[in-house]
Structure formats: structure tokens, C-alpha cells
């Protein structure tokens, strides 16, 4: 009797609770459809946040303009990225669009685009740099329209280098020269570094530089590590900077929200540094006399470079489908990429019109593209998370200065029962 | 209802119906967690439980692997035990050190001196402070070259260390972090201290105690049930520290900072493997929940509760 | 005898003043970034005085987003969620404090563990949960489940209420007062100091949370101040300025709170008749 009394109790308190949700979820689960207005709103999400989130705003607006009976929700994650797409997605309620690079990861629950692109004639495919579609395909599929890319160069502070007499670097300089440059521009009495290492740098980065040295991390099939991630060339590409650190030509820069390569070559107490596009507008905000060059090669072997590239995609769930279809096409039209001014244009015709390759500070970002035509390894082996646990932790040890070659073949020994699979 | 309880004996009601209320008054006072804990956390935690046996890339299929979750955790992942490590280190350390120092900042600021709603209000001060600020703040202290920590140091003519970088430095420069955001233990502390009736210290000096007597033998055991408190809360936060390491180390350098929940937190935002994420879960679980077990099964010898003891 | 006083009482005075230094320091240190010019942002050793205070750093932070909107998306979380936390919390504490009844140490470790399974497990089952009711995107999710009660703050009124004499109530029970009235009229009048202490916390608590805005909120419109603080930092490169700026001017309004509040959690409950 009290048993049931108590549970009657539960019961309707859950029943009343249950009850005054549900006469809301009409307007809140629908939120992809419409609203009071008779308005459909399409949601995108983006993981860029002041200016370049700016930017983004507008280009929604300019398709509100466009499309009248359209709301484009522009969803901010920031650095929550990823942590709340896998949240949205696991229960079956994402944003219809979405800015995206990790494709191996998400691409299950992302919408092919090709039968959009056939469907298309006005989809000019052809205007994209085409090795862009290598970095948001997954098997024969196209996942991702190319929104953004960069590639990663050296930037270097021209007073610094002026006053330590060192003529600046140009393009085809080596590790030699650069090596040699960053020693004359370190006075560590002064806390002035020539070069910053991040001691846990991302091993998609670095692979720049070692298929500069003629390696790489995994095997063009992706089916071997041991020869590749442990070669004396992949070894020797790595242990430049954590060489540089015990020499005191190079400091151990902070990570993600510590002090920052940025800052510290702001500060001007770093002579080089190297990035993406990114810190770029920063810098000049900053007032930092600087000016940027090719990657240096390792001697008579080719430079090359990897592009982080970031693109947009329709979620498979996305109850608007064409709609987003829409939204990607016009966010990846000339007219939206003439608008994004935070990183590069991706599309040929609109770099050759505003003659973006011609300015002195970026026409080393499209010098780098063009040497940008290796496969990472992240795309290779579906594994490669796995592998690349092992690989980090070991490239870390390498930073700080410990035995590389030791390291670098236990990685290779803790992930080889990764590769196989 | 059935007419057979109707009929029953009136004084048999009246009996039956104190019982009832003795259980049901108390019933209805905590009903509403009950409630809440049916309708928004027994779910969610079963699904966890449930979901640590399936292999869920969250994007995709789930897919049931039974206790494989469990054994690959237990006999092929170097990573669970190495974050274990570093979590009980952290805890080791933290757990004593956030008693003492905040029992400490709380009687210091206990004593009657003049503006102390201003030393209040500074000391807590870094609990006020929001996460993403707090991190760049430490950053900004603990950077090798440039932090001013070391500054400091320098002018002393200690060097110190590049304590973010250092795997001998980093966990310590952790647990100093976590102890200086500490201002909810103390400020519990103070209210536990206040709350001890000042006429027994006076009793006691008459007695001819000291101040060190009086500590023992009234601040402590009078403070007992908030020690409680703040024991069984510091180990759950310590267990389930993250926040910090997140934001300032991401674990490193060389996994001296990589606790126990941000093996569980990168596993599922990271390696978007919720199962195994799920199954690391309910292992922390349960030994968070055996510690609080024993810890709470000990405080009836040495938690002296005033309610409780004038009763017997 | 005079002197050892003298002695003690400074001693209390320089530890007062060197831990206050040691965590205003930081606070100082938010305050000066905020009004320097980005060129002095990065000066080794740092600069504690800025040489210009560009006090327009604030305006600018504080409007390159709708920070109007949020603070107040933020006052309406924080207010529902406290004022609810307060009603409950204090009725289950004192449930839990003063009844014995079958199974009531079992529910006690039950309502403890709650505490314990990291949220970033229950995170998207809740998810589900809250999306299948229709509140994603909506403030709900952060405020509703506060009515029910949070374990850490029970647990906390619980201990509170034990270290309270039983005379009181049943001298009232005497008087024919039922279980609700001695709750309503004896304990939660005494129970001042432990709501104010619980109502600063959840405060901060809701003021500060990033996890739950970020999770269950999509819309601008919606955000809260620490999402709006959160853009600031994006996956590639920090406005410092930015951050330091709002941070600082969003922990204004919790600490002056917590200047009047403070004197009423550390009331001395010796005078307020408890031995009666």
C-alpha cells in the first residue's frame, strides 16, 4: 500500500514534468525546420571565432539576402569543436552544415556531395585547386566542398635579423642555413631565441618536413610504419629541434593556451617561427616587422609541404538536405571566398582576380601549395589515431631532448599491431 | 483501493497509518532529488553502463562487444595504467595538501582583526575567476623564460624550472594550481569554524588551555563533520580532475599531467570511442566509490556530529 | 604577555597581507592586460603598470559580441538554477539529517556516487535525454535539473543540519508543530549561514559553467557569458586582450556578491540562540 502510494507520487511528478516539456518539444526539436514565421533555419557550424566567425556571419547574411525564407543559425563552437559535433551527432541531432577537416572520423555521418555536384551545371569543379578534394574525399567520395586552406611557412622578425647582421632567408635556403641563422640570433641572456619549438607539435605538421627528407610516417599504401616512421630520415627531421633546444639556438614555446610561439614572436623575442596563415593578421595588428619564406630543404632533396585545409559538409541527418546543398555551394562560390579574407581562396579565378599570390607575405603559402602533393597519414591508415598516440608521445620525448632514434622505434613497435588491421 | 483495507479494525488504522507516515514524511522531504535522480541522471548513468559494452564510434553504429571494453582496458593499454598513475599521484598529493592549506587560509581568516570582509573577499578571489582566464593566467606564471615565476625565483637567484615542460615539475605545478583555486573548501572550513560555540574556548583558557590545546581538542573534533565533507569532495575532484590539465598541458609533457579523466575525456571527444570511454568510466566508479565507502564507513569513529551524540 | 600578543597579532596581519598579494597578484595582472596596448602585451619582463591605459579595450571587447544578451541569458540561468538548488537542496538535506527511516543510508551512498561518474560519460545519454524533451537549445537543461537538487550542496546542508541540537524540534513537536513546519519555521531560519554559502556557489558555479552552455545551447541568442568568452579562443590563436578584458569585467558582479554575502555565511551561530 505505502509502496504503491509513494510510487503513484513518482509517477505523476514525473508524468506532470514529462507533460510540461513535451507542449514544447513541437518548437524545439523541429528547430531545423521552421519557425513562426514560416522561415526554414539552417544551421552551420564553425569552429572560428573572432574576426573570421565575423566573416562567416556576413556570408550567411548575404545568403539570407538571397534565399528570403531562410534563417542561417550560425552554431560558434570555438575549440568545443569536437566535443559537441560528436554530442549533436551520437543523438541524431546535428547542425544541417558544418565546417570540417577530420574526414576519416566523421565521415560515416556526413552526406557524399557527388550526385549534388552532377546534378549542378553551374558547379565549376575545376576552379578549385584540385589537390584540395585529396583532403576531403574518403574512398572515391567527395565528403567536403574546399572552404579555406593554408600551407605552413617561415616567418621571421626583419629588425632581428637586421640587427644581428644575418642577411634574411629566401626561398631554397636549407636546414643548414637555417640552422646557422637561428645560433647567431639567439642571445639567450636577452631571452631572444632564433626559433621556437612546440614541444608537442602536431605530427600532422611536421610531416612537411619529413617528406622534405624524402620519408614520411606510414607507407604510400598505408600498410607499413617500420621503415617509414622509424627511417634515419624521418628520425633526422624530427631531431633538428629538439637539437636546436639543447643548443640554446631555439626555445620550447608553450602549447595550446600557454604562451604561444605567437606571442613570443610578437614580443620579438623570437627571430623565426613557423605557421599557417593564422597568426598572420596578428602579427601585422602588432606592428612587427616581418616578412615570410619558403620551408628550407634538406640539401638537394625537394621542399614540400602539407596544407591544412578546412572545408564544408552536409550532415547525413540534416532534414534540409538540398537546402544545405545550397548553402555549400554559395559558401563556396567566388562571391563568399572573395569575402573570406582570414585564410587562403581556394578557388583559381578568384586568386588570379585579386592577384592574392602577388603580395610579398603570401605568395610563399602558394609557392609551398604547389609543393604540397603528398598524401598525410591520417588518410592512409584508419588506424592512424591509433598510431599516431605512439607517435606523439614519442615526438614529445624527441622536443625535450631524449634519445630519438630509441623512441622512435618503440613507437613503430607499440602501433605495428595497428597497421595490420 | 480495495474495500478490504476499508473495513479494517479502527485501531489497526491508526497504527498502520503512523507507520506509513513515518516512512512517507521522510520520503516526501527527499523526493525531490529522488525525482530528479530518476529523471535525469539514473538514465543517462545507466546508458553509460550499458553503452561500455557495445564498441560506439558515436558517428556510426553502436556494436555489442560484450566485456571487451573491460580486458582491453585491464591487459593491453599502456594508457589506462599510466593515467591511473598520474591521478592517484595528483590525488596523493592534493588530497592533504587542500585540507591543510584550506583549513589553514580559513583560520587565519577566522581571526578578529580589522577588515576582514576586504581578506575575505581577495582570498577568494581565484575561485571567482572563469576557466579559459585562469588558464592563461598560470600559463603566464609557470612559462619557463618568460613566466613570472621564475622571475621571481630569479631574483632570489634560484633558476627555476620550465615547469609546463618539465615532466619532474609539471603534476607539482598542477597540484599548486588546483590548491590556489581552492576558495570553496576554505570558505566551508570558515563556516564550519564559525559555527563552534565560542563559549567553549572560553571554557578552555579558564581550564588554563592553550591555543595549540584548544585546537586539538575543540577545533577539530567540532570541525569533524565538515572535514567529512571536504575529504569526500576533494577525493571525487581529485579523481576527476581535468579541467586544468586540459586547458594548460593537454596531458604532457610526457604524460606526467595526463590524468585519469582526461584519458576518459579524450577517448570519447578525441578518439570518439564512447564504449571504451564508458567502460573507463565505471572503473574510476567504482573505486571513487569504494574510497568514499570507507571513508564513510570510518566516520562514525571519528566524526562527532552535536544532533547526533546529545541524543544517545 | 603584551608583547607575545603584539608579536601574534602582526604575524596574523603579514600573513593576511602576503596570501591577499598572493591572489590579487593575478587579478592585477588580468586588470593590466586588459587596458594595455598590444604592444606591450608581450614585453619581457612583464610590464605591471601599462604606459597608456587604453580603457576603450573594455568597451570594444564588450561589444564585438552581444554581451547584453548573454549576461542576461546568464542572470536567467544563474537566478532559476539557485533559487531552485536553495528550496530543494535544503528540504532533502534536512530529510536526509533528520529522519531515520529503511534504506536511508543506502539512498545516502547512492545520492553520493551521483557525484561521482564523470560527466563526460553521461554527457550525450543527457543529451539525448534533454533533446528527446525538446530542450536543446534551450536555457532549460541548465536550470531544471537545479530544482531537484544537487548531491554536493545536500551533502553539505546535511552536515550543517546534524551539527544542530535535536532539543529544538522536539520541543516544537511538544507544541504539536508538524515535520514541515519545524523544517519551515525552527531550521531553515538557522539554516542562513549554509544557504548563503550554497547560494554563492551555485552561483559562481552557473556563472562560470562552460560544459553545459556549450553542450546544450546552438543559438548566439542563447549563449551565456563564459560561450560568449569562449569565442575569443578560437582553434587557431587567442585574443588575450579580449579574454582578460570580459573576464575581468564578468567577475565583478560574483565578487561583489560575495563581499555583502560573506557576512552572513560566517555569522556566528553561537548568538543565534541555538543553546537557548
Redesign the interface.
Known sequence: MRKWLTTLLVLILVFAL?AC??N??????D?STKDSKGKTTL?FAT????E??KIQEEIAKKFEEKNPNVKV?????????D??L???F????P?DVMYMWNFPAYFQSLEPLDNFVKSDPEMDMDDFYQGLFNYSSMYGKVYGMPAGFTTRVVYYNKDLFDAAGVPYPKDGWTWDDFKAAAKKLSDPAK?QYGFGVRPEPDTYDLQGFVWSNGSSFISEDGKKINGYMNSPETIESIKIFGDMVKDKSAVLVGGK?Q??G???F????LAMWES?I??LE?FK???VNFGTVEMPAFKGKPVKGVIASSAVSVAKDSKNKKLAWEFVKFYSSAEAIKMRTADLPVRISVVKEMKTEQDPLISPFYKMLERSNDTPAFLLNKNWDEINRNLSAAINAVMLGQDADKLMNKAVKDSEKYVGQ | MKPVYAAAAPVETIKKTKKRW??I??????A??????L???L???L??LF?SFFDWP?VGEAKFIGLDNYKTMFTEDPLFWESLGVTVKFAALFVPLNIITSLF?AI????K?KGY?????????????????LA??WA??YNG??G?LN?FLSLIGVKGPDWLNNPNWALIAMVIASL?GQG?MM??F??GL??????LYEAASIDGANKIQQFFKITIPMLT??I??NL??TI?SA??Q?TLALVLTGGGPLKSTYFY?MY??EN??KYFK?GY??AN??F??VI??VL??IV?KSSSAWVY????V??K | MKTKRRIE?ST??I??IF??LL?????F??LSTSVKS??E??????KWIPSTFEWSNFKEAWM?QPFNQFFMNTVIVTGMSTIGQLL?SS??A????R?K??G?DF?F??????????W??????????F????????L?PLFV?S???A??Y???MR?????????LDEAARMDGAN?FQI?YKIYLPLMK??LI?VA??NI?TC??D??GP??FL???SKYT??LG????????????E???AV?FL??IP??IL??FA??Y??????RSG??G
Open positions: 514529462a516539456s513535451d514544447k518539444s513541437s518548437s524545439g526539436s528547430q544551421r569552429w572560428d571565432s573572432g573570421a566567425l543559425q550560425v552554431e560558434a563552437y570555438g575549440d568545443g569543436f566535443q559537441k560528436a554530442a549533436s551520437g543523438a541524431k541531432n547542425p631571452k593556451n604562451q604561444s605567437d606571442d613570443i610578437k614580443a620579438g623575442k599557417g593564422w597568426p596578428g595588428e602588432a606592428k | 513515518d516512512i514524511v521522510p520520503l516526501l522531504f527527499i525531490p532529488w529522488i525525482i530528479g535522480f529523471a535525469f541522471t538514465g543517462p548513468l546508458y553509460s553503452i558515436i587560509l587565519l581568516l577566522n581571526q582583526v570582509s576586504f581578506f575575505r573577499t581577495f582570498f577568494y578571489l581565484p575561485s571567482v575567476i572563469s576557466g579559459v582566464a592563461m593566467i603566464w606564471v623564460e618568460y613570472i622571475y590556489w570553496t570558505l566551508i570558515l563556516a564559525k559555527a563552534i560555540p565560542g563559549e563533520p565538515t567529512l565533507f569526500i569532495t571525487i579523481f576527476q581535468l579523466a576518459v575525456y570519447a571527444f564512447m570511454s564508458s568510466a565505471w574510476m566508479f571513487v566509490l568514499t565507502l564513510f556530529y552535536e544532533g547526533e546529545k541524543n | 597579532k596574523i596581519y600573513l593576511l596570501f591577499s591572489f590579487l597578484a593575478p587579478f595582472w588580468m598590444p604592444e602585451l608581450y614585453l619581457f619582463p612583464p564585438s530543494s528540504l532533502v534536512y530529510g536526509f539529517a529522519f527511516f529503511k536511508r539512498l551512498i547512492v545520492l553520493l556516487s551521483s557525484m561521482m561518474i564523470p563526460e560519460v553521461t554527457m550525450i545519454p543527457q543529451y539525448m535525454e533533446n528527446y524533451l525538446g530542450w536543446i537549445n534551450t532549460k535539473p530544482w531537484f537538487g548531491p554536493f545536500i551533502f553539505l552536515q550543517f543540519i546534524m551539527s544542530i541540537p535535536k532539543e515535520p523544517y549561514p549554509s554559502l554563492v556557489f559562481l556563472w562560470n562552460y560544459l556549450l553542450v546552438n543559438d548566439q557569458l563564459t568568452l569562449a569565442q575569443f579562443k578560437g582553434m587557431f590563436g587567442v585574443d588575450m579580449g579574454i582578460m573576464t564578468i567577475s560574483p565578487l560575495f563581499f560573506q557576512r555565511i560566517v555569522e556566528d551561530t553561537s541555538v543553546k
